[in-house]
């Protein structure tokens, strides 16, 4: 660092800068102030608090002004950043004043506050982790309280319309279930398929070498049914389904859309929510049924063209293998698969502020927390049925 | 037509929770048929007022009594009031005509063609019939005004609440619209309660009204616009000077 007790020259381009003519502005070190000069705006801002700073750091106190003499114009940016040095100063005890601004600069002096004495900002108190994880513990827990009420509220407007079930928007339903039913087909059968196919390729070599080819279909057949096919089917729908309500019904929250469903008389709730609730309720099984089609087709693939197994013989031993309880425990999972996404989509749009970053917090939010209920959910439902003997 | 009073607020205080309160101790009256504006500067709480009035807000002291039934209630029974958000707040996956009649079928059993016929109605009162199969997204914002004015009616309600009708639009549709507003009042036979700070409003067509005032954090006056405007309360004072665009 240069020394700065000597007067010292910030100044206009810089060498090696090639920008051609810049606006030139200078700040010089005098007695007790510092001297600008020239075109004093946003292009050179960065130079200027620079420069500002270097001259200031060594200044002792009580006084440093800034003397506006020599300035020809100052812009909106620059003046911010001479009133920011004042109160920079000010903090370290050094009193400064902003002089000698000519009249065509008085007004925006005036106008950044560069007259009246420098308000000192609070720094912002670093937070202690102690604080942050009560203000986490309070956050927490105003989630929770949240979905406390979202499933009081869920409860109630469920009761609501058991009593007198024409009250519910149930002509929603059909499409509600179109859109994230039908519409979600297509990519449910590929995933099925190739997660039936990977099974049966990876299972095929390890069955071959006790001699147990034909037991692919078993092993194939029992995890995409029982696992694989509910699983996947609820990624799909979680990443499509899940998603969309929580952005549909966070949108129409920020945009007071939930607000005027009230005011005319409308339950939220029992409007919005109960029909998304039994679309995928519906959704759910009928989707995870396609997957199981599917995904034990994928592993009869690999049956015929790496082991040699027909097609009949793939069937017949799948046959002895798989029950009506093994499609039935899918089918199960599938559907409270479905009611979980959906809760969880509506709720976080429910609990949406804060405009369309809400929208999208939520959105992600809604993603992860379905993917993690679901993986619970499922170990959950695993056990639950062998503990029955399904 | 028992009551002369269709909206009673006593020493009501609103606010948000965990911020100090916007508006304390509030007492007011709006007689049947006058339009009653809440006047204030932005950020003075008439949004929030507002939304304590039609019951979307829990308020934090007081008493408030709409139509004669007590505190507003959101549920179970037809509103008897429509309401109009700042900013329109119409459904945005449906038609305007379909946002008009949405309030209906659910508080009727009209068949289709019948609230079809009443929805018409409505935004020929408006001045929308064209737009009946047009989605919000493709209204120009007085017209997104004037859609939500049109459902706020579907219900035939005695008491209408508007927040902020002109804001975002240029005078002359601002005018048009008071208009609208005064023409469905004196019509219709409408209470309208309306939330503004647009002077033309304020002495074109409303009758009494309560200024808020922000650092008060209260209702510095109510009375008739021309009474407010020559005030000597410089709270009063000021904001009919800003509102004019005074410095
Ligand atoms: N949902 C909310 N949660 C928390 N605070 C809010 C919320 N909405 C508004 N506020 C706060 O309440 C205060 C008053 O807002 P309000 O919308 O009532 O003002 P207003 O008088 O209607 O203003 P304008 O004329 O700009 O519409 C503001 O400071 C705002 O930050
Ligand atoms: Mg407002």
């Not at chain 2, 914002?141 to 508007?162: C, H, Q, T, V």
Request: aromatic fraction near 6%; charged fraction near 20%.
């Amino acid at each position: 660092m240069a020394a700065s007790d000597q007067p010292r020259r910030g100044s206009g381009p810089e060498p090696g800068s090639s920008r051609g003519a810049r606006a030139a502005f200078s700040v010089e070190r005098g007695d007790g102030r510092l001297l600008l000069g020239g075109d004093l705006g946003l292009p050179v801002a960065a130079r200027l608090w620079r420069d500002l700073h270097t001259l200031s750091r060594a200044a002792p106190p009580p006084r440093l002004d800034l003397d506006l003499g020599g300035v020809a114009a100052v812009d909106g940016a620059a003046m911010a950043l001479l009133v920011e040095l004042r109160a920079e100063l000010a903090t370290r005890g050094i009193e400064c004043e902003i002089v000698g601004a000519s009249r065509r600069l008085e007004p925006l002096v005036h106008l950044y506050g560069g007259h009246a004495p420098p308000r000192l900002r609070a720094t912002p108190a670093r937070t202690g982790w102690l604080e942050r994880l009560g203000r986490a513990t309070v956050d927490a827990g105003r989630g929770l309280e949240l979905a406390v009420a979202f499933v009081g509220a869920i409860v109630a407007a469920l009761g609501g319309v058991l009593r007198r079930p024409a009250s519910g928007n149930w002509r929603a339903v059909p499409s509600l279930a179109e859109r994230a039913g039908i519409d979600g087909v297509p990519i449910v059968l590929l995933l099925d398929f190739l997660v039936g196919f990977v099974m049966g390729y990876q299972s095929a070599d390890q069955l071959a070498l006790y001699g147990a080819h034909a037991f692919v279909a078993d092993v194939v057949g029992i995890s995409v049914v029982r696992e694989l096919s509910p699983l996947m089917t609820a990624i799909v729908v979680s990443g499509r389904s899940g998603a969309a309500f929580a952005a549909e019904i966070g949108t129409m929250r920020v945009s007071e859309e939930i607000d005027a469903l009230r005011t005319m008389g409308f339950c939220p709730v029992r409007y919005l929510v109960l029909p998304r609730v039994a679309a995928l309720a519906l959704v759910g099984p009928v989707l995870t049924l396609l997957g199981d089609i599917v995904g034990v087709a994928g592993g009869a693939l690999v049956g015929v063209i790496k082991l040699d197994i027909g097609p009949t013989a793939y069937l017949a031993e799948l046959r002895t293998a798989i029950f009506p309880a093994d499609v039935a425990t899918g089918l199960v999972k599938g559907a409270a698969f479905g009611v979980a996404i959906a809760l969880i989509g509506c709720h976080h749009g429910f609990a949406t502020t804060g405009g369309a970053a809400g929208v999208g917090r939520r959105t992600t939010a809604t993603v992860v927390t379905c993917l993690f209920t679901i993986v619970v959910l499922d170990t959950l439902f695993t056990v639950f049925f062998r503990m029955l003997g399904l | 037509m028992s009551t002369p009073c269709v909206l009673t607020v006593e020493d009501l205080s609103v606010g948000w929770r965990g911020e100090p309160p916007l508006v304390e101790h509030a007492c007011f009256e709006v007689k049947r048929g006058e339009v009653f504006g809440l006047l204030g500067g932005s950020g003075s709480g008439k949004s929030t007022l507002l939304r304590c009035l039609v019951g979307l807000e829990e308020p934090l002291a007081g008493r408030l009594d709409v139509l004669g039934a007590g505190p507003p209630r959101l549920d179970a029974t037809r509103p008897r009031y429509g309401v109009m958000f700042q900013a329109g707040a119409l459904f945005g996956s449906l038609t305007v005509g379909q946002n008009v009649a949405l309030p209906i079928q659910r508080w009727t059993d009209l068949p289709r063609a019948a609230v079809a016929t009443v929805v018409r109605s409505k935004l020929r009162l408006v001045g929308l019939e064209d737009a009946e199969h047009k989605l919000p997204a493709a209204l120009s914002g007085g017209m997104r005004k004037r859609a939500a004015i049109a459902r706020a009616l579907s219900l035939e309600p005695d008491l209408l609440f508007l927040d902020e009708p002109s804001s975002g639009l240029d005078p002359v549709t601002s005018a048009e619209l008071d208009v609208l507003i005064v023409t469905l009042q004196r019509a219709l036979g409408l209470t309208v309660v309306l939330v503004t700070h647009e002077l033309g409003s304020i002495f074109d067509i409303v009758d009494r009204c309560a200024l808020l005032d922000r650092q008060a954090r209260c209702v510095v006056a109510i009375g008739t616009p021309r009474a407010l405007a020559a005030s000597a309360d410089g709270r009063v004072s000021g904001f009919f000077r800003r509102a004019s665009g005074g410095a």
